[in-house]
């Protein structure tokens, strides 16, 4: 039978081992820069094949009329029939990502060191997983298929961003236009989520981060950024993510304590005064 284990046992395996709660702040934006490089990196490796990736798109689609989910159409028209709903969609899209991630593990980083490591190690490995979707199924977004509108290139003039997806005007280059599968997008979304319901009851902030995911979907799909799918794929990515960092702790983890001898019927038969009993004469 395995103990219970103790206090200390669960800081070291929530800690690095050696009692820290919290890693080095240096350390951590090395390794979130790196993480950036990466994801930039990987979106420019990634297969530059255009013809394939719109034959990639078209199978999508077609597996989301079998499945009934093919409404970019749809709410691509309707977003770009509000003009003003349009822009707040682009900005959204384009600058939320970038600030409300880093916000959030900052947060738990400052407020909540016990889970740091955890959420950080989910969005790492999530990313990862999603930059290898990137590489290896390339796909174009609505936004390069006939029908649809581009809504970023449409309220270009409002913003920093030009006609490339969302990199900033003149930086078009830099970015892969067919890294659509799955939505990172999404995928950080659920991560706030999942990391503000982990580390607070608050509701207002429950509240907030339920909207924020939620939005973060809509967005992804109205602007012609990305499909369904794309989204579910994004959230199946952190679900894993999630599912893979969750600490260790329990059967098989914590110490075994040593087993106690239980003495012998004889031995506790025996007199307690230390003596030895004495035969008696016949």
Same mark, same amino acid.
């Given at each position: 039978? =395995? *103990? %219970?284990? +103790? /206090?200390?046992t669960l800081v070291l395996v929530i800690t690095d081992g050696r009692g820290r709660l919290r890693p080095r702040a240096g350390v951590e934006l090395a390794l979130l820069a790196l993480l950036y490089v990466g994801y930039s990196a990987a979106r420019l490796l990634a297969d530059g094949d255009v013809s394939r990736a719109v034959a990639n798109a078209y199978e999508l689609l077609h597996l989301e009329s079998l499945l009934h989910l093919d409404v970019e159409r749809s709410a691509n028209h309707l977003l770009t029939g509000v003009p003003g709903l349009a /822009?707040? *969609? +682009? =900005?959204? =899209?384009s600058a939320l990502h970038y600030l409300v991630t880093p916000a959030v593990l900052v947060w738990v980083y400052r407020r909540h060191a016990l889970?740091?490591?955890?959420?950080r190690n989910a969005l790492v490995l999530a990313t990862a997983t999603g930059l290898a979707g990137f590489v290896l199924l390339p796909m174009a977004p609505p936004r390069m298929l006939p029908g649809y509108v581009d809504v970023l290139a449409t309220t270009s003039g409002s913003g920093w961003w030009g006609s490339d997806a969302s990199a900033p005007k003149g930086l078009g280059g830099l970015t892969n236009e067919l *890294? &659509?599968?799955? +939505? /990172?997008?999404?995928?950080? &979304?659920l991560w706030v989520a999942w990391v503000v319901f982990l580390c607070t009851r608050n509701p207002w902030l429950r509240v907030a981060a339920t909207f924020y995911? %939620?939005?973060t979907t809509l967005v992804v799909v109205g602007t012609a950024n990305h499909y369904v799918l794309d989204a579910v794929a994004g959230a199946v990515v952190v679900a894993v993510a999630v599912v893979v960092t969750r600490p260790r702790v329990g059967r098989g983890s914590a110490p075994r304590q040593p087993a106690r001898r239980q003495p012998s019927a004889a031995a506790s038969s025996a007199p307690r005064s230390g003596r030895h009993p004495v035969p008696s004469a016949r």
């Open positions: 039978m =395995y *103990a %219970a284990p +103790s /206090l200390t /822009l707040v *969609a +682009s =900005y959204w =899209y889970g740091y490591r955890r959420v *890294a &659509a599968m799955p +939505s /990172l997008h999404v995928g950080w &979304a995911a %939620a939005g």
